[in-house]
């Protein structure tokens, strides 16, 4: 497979633990990062060729030039984008400076639409490609997980509105949720951790996060070319409805 993918947010170890899966399964991966440090560090850790590191620390049009240019010279176009999670405490956030929370919310969106404009302008050409949204579960925000409601809700609006609009381009936009899972090791805390998420499921198991991801496949590499607009989702009693 000489198929390239994109995951932006690369400080995040999610979003670290996504690009070596995609890389497993044989894609060319680039993963962004936008500061130095967060780059030189997964570098530092990195042991596998395929897996290649850019830095962004300003995201505007000239940078997603310079990146259109370098895909195409190198790969010829760009087959999967996925829109890395940020991880973002909302709760916290909020409470630092419930002021500037919208604008925190919008610069998001803003870096979202510079990425999608960049990978659908490759993708349209050729007429595939797919673009992801990896969530976390938004009633996980009260068992303590990280997760993001609002940027959750804004970006299951956003896909299917992408969905619809690519479609007609043979571009799948889907989102994947990712449900309760290990954020603690064994002890008191894990216990304690499996008690806040009964309410999902009887006796739950806690998977590594990164156990979970090999689910992106689907989407992926979807067993069927039909796939778009949806928001499947991955853990054993949540809800469906989102």
């Known amino acids: 497979m000489n198929e390239l993918a994109l995951v932006t947010n690369g400080e995040s170890y999610f979003n670290q ?14 993963i962004i990062f936008r500061t130095l440090e967060g780059q030189s560090t997964f570098e530092q850790s990195l042991s596998i060729e395929g897996v290649h590191t850019r830095l962004i620390d300003k995201l505007d049009e000239r940078a997603m ?8 010279e190198k790969w010829g176009t760009l087959d999967v984008l996925i829109h890395g999670n940020e991880e973002l405490d909302e709760e916290k956030s909020l409470a630092e400076d419930s002021e500037r929370f919208g604008y925190k919310i919008e610069a998001i969106f803003n870096e979202i639409f510079f990425y999608n404009k960049m990978a659908t302008s490759l993708m349209i050409k050729k007429k595939t490609g797919k673009i992801i949204f990896p969530l976390i579960y938004d009633p996980l925000y009260y068992a303590e997980y990280c997760s993001s409601p609002v940027l959750n809700q804004g970006k299951i609006s956003l896909m299917k509105c ?6 007609a381009f043979r571009i799948n936009v889907n989102a994947i ?25 009887l006796k739950p198991q806690l998977p590594q996060l990164k156990d979970m991801i090999p689910a992106l496949d689907m989407l992926v590499a979807p067993p069927v070319q039909y796939i778009g607009g949806e928001n499947i989702h991955i853990g054993v009693g949540i809800e469906t409805s989102l």
Request: glycine fraction near 10%; aromatic fraction near 10%; avoid cysteine.
């Open 162 to 167: 992408l969905s619809r609009e690519l479609g």
């Open 177 to 201: 949720t990712f449900g309760y899972h290990r954020t603690t090791q064994e002890g008191k805390e894990l216990k304690e951790l499996k008690r806040k998420v009964e309410i999902f499921s």
């Open 17 to 30: 633990h996504i690009a070596q899966h995609l890389k497993d399964i044989g894609f060319n991966v680039i």
């Open 65 to 72: 030039e310079f990146l259109t240019g370098e895909i195409q």
